[in-house]
DNA sequence: ACAAAAGTGTTGACTTTACACCCATGG
DNA sequence: CCATGGGTGTAAAGTCAACACTTTTGT
């Protein structure tokens, strides 16, 4: 491949992701405002250029990491993003991840070379946002709606194992629905998707609730 | 961003398309061989680099006509594929995109510049193929599987209309399963894909069938 | 003993499966 | 009128939705 043919030299990957927290009962994004230009100052999801020596997981990892100092989330390649002018400087394809994560449970960096103000946004108070990232968030919460039903991808936000009850307002938060208890703690359990640990979590004034852990390995459900 | 930086500069991506066809119950994808190297000689998908001027799909379409002379076929965007050595020449991250078609109403070019002896390969009959599209055929023939039952995919296969049994053929050859024909007309009916056009089909010899087509626009179904 | 949230079970509606007969056509 | 494959109905099993009471704990 001759890399100076002006038909595709000068061509990058962006590696993004939209990294999910839930607190209270909001669903939030991480978002990060950036100190340089394109788009100097606007807000947009974590994420950069993929180095020649990582794949894609590992460079979306790497960048989350930078930007934000957040490690140890599990991520999913969701699509890839590819318009002819999503960055005004080249031609960049960006490949999008989405996560979840306890944001009590991380460190974050608000201040990085490149990035400052990182914060967690509600997703119905997003600012406008850089390059094509309105869109990839859009595609992302879908993802992650998708995602949550069947796959494992809760485990992040739970590492130490979570209740049935928490789960409910978890999936009512990210869903934006509600459920009744007695037939989301049946539907939950069926999902296949979790399973008791034969502990109860911590004393408050009522009834234990059991704890429940996300299995490693989910195997798809057939339609037909 | 720094074209130059060695961590990211001579950065391109592929465009692949798995398109495959069903011929008397056999799924098959259309393999091409390749007449340059890296990998001359190999069968791979049909695919190539993206040009700074056209969107991922454009780019995967016009791949697929200047080498096949395909058009007209639908596809969908199904992964990215960004291992750091799938290319031997330079750091090539691959869009995948997934279709499928009647190989008996294109007219496929068997010759090209850069291709030779393109053909239709039954699904467990697939020689070794170059790059990663091994990886990149069994992913998408997986997504295939997903879409049929989700998707009007198969429209651009019966274009002109399709009967019940037709696509429960389709369906078996796809899914590699058999299925009961009264069921399958139900679930079919209940997926909500199809609609009725009020025909029938040519008599050959028996009741004819009723012809259905593929609706354009799907809505997706909630799991919860 | 009370407040607060967890846990559980049943009924009716709906969906899915299994299965057998009749129908329309061409030859 | 027969061979071929298309179309339909029903009963039993299973799944899903709606709904109210009992349990465990801390105070």
């Given at each position: 491949m001759d890399v100076k043919n002006k038909l595709y030299k000068n061509q990058g990957i962006h590696v993004i992701t939209a990294l999910f927290t839930v607190e209270q009962g909001v669903t939030k994004v991480l978002l990060i405002k950036r100190k340089?230009?394109?788009?100097?100052?606007d807000w947009v999801l974590t994420g950069g250029a993929l180095y020649n020596n990582e794949d894609l997981e590992e460079g979306a990892l790497r960048e989350l990491e930078e930007k934000?100092?957040?490690?140890g989330v599990e991520i999913k390649q969701f699509k890839a993003f590819g318009k002819?002018?999503?960055?005004?400087?080249m031609r960049m394809v960006a490949v999008g991840f989405v996560g979840i994560i306890d944001s009590k449970r991380v460190n974050l960096l608000r201040e990085t070379k490149n990035t400052s103000n990182a914060d967690w946004f509600p997703i119905n108070k997003i600012p406008p946002l850089g390059f094509d990232h309105e869109e990839i968030l859009h595609d992302a919460l879908l993802e992650l709606q998708k995602q949550i039903v069947k796959s494992n991808i809760l485990k992040s936000l739970f590492p130490d194992g979570v209740t049935i009850p928490e789960l409910q307002k978890t999936y009512e938060a990210i869903l934006n629905k509600k459920f009744d208890r007695r037939n989301f703690r049946k539907k939950m359990l069926n999902l296949d998707l979790i399973e008791d640990t034969n502990t109860s979590d911590k004393f408050v004034g009522h009834k234990p609730a059991k704890v429940y852990k996300f299995k490693n390995k989910i195997e798809d459900k057939d339609i037909f």
């Open positions: 340089n230009e394109p788009f100097l100052g934000t100092g957040i490690t002819v002018h999503r960055s005004p400087i």
